[in-house]
């Protein structure tokens, strides 16, 4: 029902910064809340952060005072912007939408709690 698509991923130096995009399309006036993940080279996919409809965030510990998430429903896009990046941060990055829980009552975490996601963009941090 909702189409993502990712872009801005790319190469940058560790204390770099990168401002990751979603695009959304699909059903029109979609109530849902949003979030972004990341899966490293033989890693499991793991959150990190995620917006309610309303703008609401709550991000990963990992990302806390580095990233943030925000939402443009005008231009039905969805953002990360990344700063002090480092190594660790290596990874594919995936956007994703929760048609179920669009205002945060439950405030869900889980990659099986989002039922749509975008291809991946690619995010490499050389040291």
């Known amino acids: 029902q909702v189409q993502l698509v990712e872009s801005g991923g790319g190469l940058v130096q560790a204390g770099g910064s990168l401002r990751l995009s979603c695009l959304a399309s699909?059903?029109?006036?979609?109530?849902?809340?949003m979030g972004w993940f990341r899966q490293a080279p033989g890693k499991e996919r793991e959150f990190v952060a995620r917006i309610s409809w309303s703008g609401g965030t709550y991000y990963a510990d990992s990302v806390k005072g580095r990233f943030t998430i925000s939402r443009d429903h005008a231009k039905n896009t969805l953002y990360l912007q990344m700063n002090t990046l480092k190594p660790e941060d290596t990874a594919v990055y995936y956007c994703?939408?929760?048609?179920?829980?669009?205002?945060?009552?439950?405030?869900?975490?889980?990659?099986?709690?989002?039922?749509?996601w975008g291809q991946g963009t690619q995010v490499t941090v050389s040291s």
């Open positions: 994703a939408a929760d048609p179920l829980d669009p205002w945060d009552v439950v405030r869900r975490t889980r990659t099986s709690d989002f039922g749509s």
């Open positions: 699909g059903r029109t006036f979609s109530f849902y809340a």
